[in-house]
């Protein structure tokens, strides 16, 4: 199984940017996918997770500035960043609980850096 990550960028404060993440391979299923974040110097941090069934979550630093989404069809979820801030400027890393056969566990993206400039 791999997760690809896209939609990194640059942009100014206040901005949006959409993320994407997709998986891909065979004889697997997904039971979550979320996003972490690592900004220089610091220790990654999780940022939002969105369950099987359609919950989600994000940590207090980005609440209510950003959306977890799914297409189950394409095995893709989505992390919309909105009234983004220089502190949120980091390399976002797309993470996916996946079952294959008899195994669980947490499959990773390569990153996607994303720049908020003040």
């Known amino acids: 199984v791999q997760l690809q990550a896209s939609g990194g960028g640059l942009v100014q404060a206040g901005g949006s940017l959409r993320l994407s993440c997709a998986a891909s391979?065979?004889?697997?299923?997904?039971?979550?996918m979320g996003w972490y974040r690592q900004a220089p110097g610091k220790q990654r941090e999780w940022v939002a997770v969105?369950?099987?069934?359609?919950?989600?979550n994000n940590a207090d630093s980005v609440k209510g500035r950003v959306t977890i989404s799914r297409d189950n069809a394409k095995n893709t979820v989505y992390l919309q960043m909105s009234n983004l801030k220089p502190e949120d400027t980091a390399v976002y890393y797309c993470?996916?609980?996946?079952?294959?056969?008899?195994?669980?566990?947490?499959?990773w993206g390569q990153g996607t850096l994303v720049t908020v400039s003040s």
């Open positions: 391979g065979s004889d697997f299923s997904i039971n979550a």
């Open positions: 969105i369950y099987t069934g359609g919950t989600t």
């Open positions: 993470y996916g609980d996946i079952s294959r056969r008899s195994s669980r566990r947490n499959y």
